[in-house]
């Protein structure tokens, strides 16, 4: 086999020393450029994405607040003192002070409850994001390499769920419930909200256990479990994580509206939704007791509303 490798003589020049002549350089040429995944590329597109590096920035300061609230804080959010009345305003002059954000109707720091009440926000919204991102992906998966009956069993449940109004649906199997935990209201919003994403899945695998290396592995006597979780599932995953990551916002955003509406986390729990909800009477003489925790929902929305939307740029070849 001849070999590849150019050499080349290289002859001695006027002025050059005689151990230069003769020498042999060999060119091996440019080495070959490394291949490239989909995942590499996305993550090359994300790095230079500002609205990825920006929602990225501040998801990571809601999680730190959510991990660790003590770090920002001190004070209690359930320590109520009347004398701190909520028709003093706010104490902007005083940062990361109890009294920089006013008090409630109850006297208990704002500030305080803004930073707490990141946990019980983000766990449900990242709680049934991976709750149905799991359910979804199994039934979906199921329903589009099997086909056949037990695709329209699988599909016709799923357009039953599709059916039912989301928070419709979630008032009414949260009003069931006396107790109202962070737990309860995750398999509340799961139990309703994994349809996308088995639709999703559903038309994924349809599309990729026709390729060829799919074929392939059934051809040689793979198993089903090994054609599903090695050859499909890694595949389909895209599709599946951009659709996650967008909905996530909306499951936060959910999880306020419930208990704005009294009927999501109890009472004693922590929550930017229930401070609106109660915020809401004193509208008119101290508005900042409504807007602050209003903007941090926002805020908190808006960041993985913003990730989600660059993640799917990303990983979308149409979009590039």
């Known amino acids: 086999m001849p070999d590849k490798t150019a050499e080349k003589r290289v002859d001695a020049l006027p002025?050059?020393?005689?151990?230069?002549?003769?020498?042999?350089?060999?060119?091996?040429?440019?080495?070959?450029?490394?291949p490239r995944s989909l995942w590499s590329d996305a993550w090359h597109?994300?790095?230079?994405?500002?609205?990825?590096?920006?929602?990225?920035?501040?998801?990571?300061?809601l999680?730190?607040?959510a991990v660790w609230p003590g770090l920002f804080t001190s004070a209690s959010p359930r320590d109520a003192d009347l004398?701190?009345?909520?028709?003093?305003?706010?104490n902007w002059g005083h940062v990361f002070a109890p009294d920089w954000l006013g008090y409630d109707v109850q006297g208990r720091s704002i500030y305080a409850r803004v930073v707490y009440g990141a946990r019980a926000s983000i766990t449900?919204?990242?709680?049934?994001?991976?709750?149905?991102?799991?359910?979804?992906?199994?039934?979906?998966?199921?329903?589009?390499?099997?086909?056949?009956?037990?695709?329209?069993?699988?599909?016709?449940?799923t357009d039953i769920f599709l059916g039912i109004p989301f928070l419709l649906g979630a008032l009414v199997v949260l009003n069931s419930f006396d107790n109202r935990t962070?737990?309860?209201?995750?398999?509340?919003?799961?139990?309703?909200?994994?349809?996308?994403?088995?639709?999703?899945?559903?038309?994924?695998?349809?599309?990729?256990?026709?390729?060829?290396?799919v074929v392939a592995a059934k051809a040689l006597g793979a198993s089903t479990s090994r054609i599903l979780f090695r050859h499909i599932l890694p595949n389909a995953l895209a599709p599946i994580i951009v659709v996650a990551t967008?909905?996530?916002g909306g499951y936060i955003a959910a999880e306020a509206t419930l208990s704005f509406l009294g009927v999501g986390l109890g009472d004693t729990a922590v929550s930017w939704g229930g401070d609106v909800a109660r915020g809401r009477e004193q509208l008119r003489i101290a508005p900042h007791t409504l807007i602050i925790p209003s903007v941090m929902v926002s805020i908190t929305v808006l960041s993985f509303l913003m990730f989600g939307d660059a993640v799917r740029n990303a990983l979308d070849p149409k979009l590039r």
Not at 15 to 33: N, R
Not at 47 to 54: G, H, K, M, S
Not at 83 to 89: R, V
């Open 182 to 213: 962070v737990w309860v209201v995750i398999m509340a919003l799961a139990f309703l909200g994994w349809t996308q994403i088995a639709r999703v899945a559903r038309g994924a695998v349809i599309t990729i256990k026709q390729s060829d290396y």
């Open 246 to 248: 967008i909905a996530l």
């Open 124 to 157: 449900v919204g990242v709680g049934v994001t991976v709750a149905v991102t799991i359910i979804g992906t199994v039934i979906g998966m199921i329903a589009g390499y099997f086909g056949g009956w037990t695709d329209t069993l699988l599909s016709r449940m």
């Open 63 to 65: 999680l730190v607040m």
């Open 15 to 34: 002025g050059d020393t005689a151990s230069t002549a003769g020498v042999v350089v060999t060119d091996s040429g440019p080495a070959p450029d490394k």
């Open 83 to 90: 004398a701190k009345h909520y028709l003093g305003k706010p």
């Open 45 to 61: 597109d994300l790095r230079r994405n500002p609205l990825f590096l920006v929602s990225a920035v501040l998801i990571v300061f």
